[in-house]
């Protein structure tokens, strides 16, 4: 029986020409734990001269379907390896979110590529929801704390975020954004397919056009790792801290110009700023009274008049109306202002409000009456008793004139007889 080719007993001059004759044998890309491929020369493509607090926070609602999911933990993968990951250089946490909102793995946790990669290849989506004002808080509350790795503020180590979304945020990010923002964390959003732009640019950080980024896909995804690359590892005077900005530090070229926030200019210096006169002639749109207010302003009205809806303009108030007056009884307008009155039989006190019942001019009043009572009495009993003497007088009269009448008669009698 012949012997199997390659036994001990085959010519050596044999097996080296069937080497040679055979094709070179092609390495298949190394794959990331969990079966995630690796891309080739990432290491090679590692920043070294930027470290970073930095946080992945990735949707996983259900819009983003499964094999998506993988493509974005794909980005994640070759994004980690693109930096320069260690305890004393760039630190890298991931959160995943939808109605919900889960802390893979904070600052802390991990500080080499390999582990960092194992666990995101473990990520798993969350479904439902889409939460993101509430993953940026939680991101401000619980991942950006001394105690879950962040470093100190003394170490001027920029903090960023960078959020993948492939819908519209279900609750408020705006006032959420700013805050973060105001907090000195810097904020990329990267939005996939149906993602709404508008939410992007309000939660994202200035300048917008190196803040917003959007894919058609989550297939081209990882077009995006070279462009992160090349942000996070280009020398940015801004980030470093290195600029002299009271407020606002613009990157120019490897160089950087100084701005100011809303409200303020800046000053020849050109690095502090001053507040501008916000209720000076022509800056504001207030119909009556300009309030000063942090950089902005306010409207207010004169007195006796109440700011519009519009928060603008102003109208006069009715100063009679319930609860704007102090009168017991009547109020009575006198163009912007008011005086108290009394309902009939009422008097106004003297503190010009309330009212009391005219007690003394109603019994002035019975005086005066009953006064004129008694005197129309009294002449009707005076005429009374005139008339009852002028009648008795006329009887006396007549009986006088009788008396005498016969008293005469008599003498004349007497006459005749002698």
Do not use: W
């Not at 170490?155 to 993948?164: A, G």
């Not at 519209?168 to 397919?193: L, N």
């Amino acid at each position: 029986m012949g012997r199997a080719l390659g036994s001990p007993g085959c010519c050596p001059a044999l097996l080296l020409l069937l080497l040679l004759l055979l094709p070179p044998a092609v390495p298949s890309p190394p794959r990331l734990p969990g079966g995630l491929p690796r891309s080739l020369g990432a290491a090679d493509n590692a920043c070294k001269n930027r470290p970073l607090d930095l946080v992945f926070i990735i949707d996983s609602s259900r819009s983003v379907r499964p094999e998506e999911f993988e493509k974005v933990k794909i980005f994640l993968s070759e994004m980690i390896d693109t930096l320069d990951v260690g305890e004393r250089t760039t630190r890298v946490a991931v959160m995943n979110y939808a109605s919900s909102v889960k802390i893979e793995f904070p600052l802390r946790t991990y500080f080499d590529k390999a582990s960092m990669k194992e666990a995101v290849s473990h990520i798993e989506p969350l479904s439902a929801g889409t939460m993101t004002g509430l993953a940026i808080q939680t991101a401000m509350d619980e991942v950006f704390t001394e105690e879950m790795g962040t470093r100190p503020a003394t170490f001027n180590i920029p903090k960023v975020v960078i959020v993948v979304t492939d819908g519209r945020p279900q609750d408020q990010v705006q006032d959420v954004a700013a805050s973060a923002r105001t907090a000195g964390i810097e904020i990329y959003a990267v939005g996939v397919d149906r993602a709404d732009m508008q939410s992007l640019r309000i939660m994202a950080s200035e300048p917008l056009d190196e803040h917003v980024f959007y894919v058609e896909t989550y297939g081209v995804i990882e077009k995006l790792t070279s462009k992160f690359r090349d942000t996070f590892c280009a020398v940015n005077v801004c980030t470093l801290g290195t600029h002299d900005c009271e407020q606002v530090c613009v990157s120019d070229s490897g160089s950087y110009l100084c701005d100011c926030y809303e409200g303020y200019r800046l000053n020849p210096d050109k690095k502090t700023c001053s507040a501008v006169d916000t209720c000076a002639p022509g800056r504001h749109e207030c119909e009556q009274v300009c309030v000063r207010n942090n950089g902005s302003y306010v409207c207010e009205c004169y007195e006796g008049y109440t700011l519009n809806p519009d928060k603008k303009t102003c109208s006069a108030v009715d100063v009679c109306a319930p609860g704007r007056h102090d009168c017991e009884q009547l109020c009575v307008r006198d163009d912007l202002f008011y005086t108290c009155d009394c309902y009939q039989g009422y008097t106004l006190n003297l503190d010009k409000k309330t009212c009391s019942r005219a007690i003394t001019s109603s019994l002035t009043t019975n005086e005066e009456s009953c006064k004129c009572e008694a005197i129309v009495a009294l002449q009707d009993s005076v005429t009374s008793r005139l008339e009852a003497l002028s009648t008795k007088y006329n009887e006396v009269s007549e009986k006088l004139q009788a008396y005498q009448d016969s008293q005469q008669l008599t003498k004349q009698q007497s006459v005749c007889y002698y």
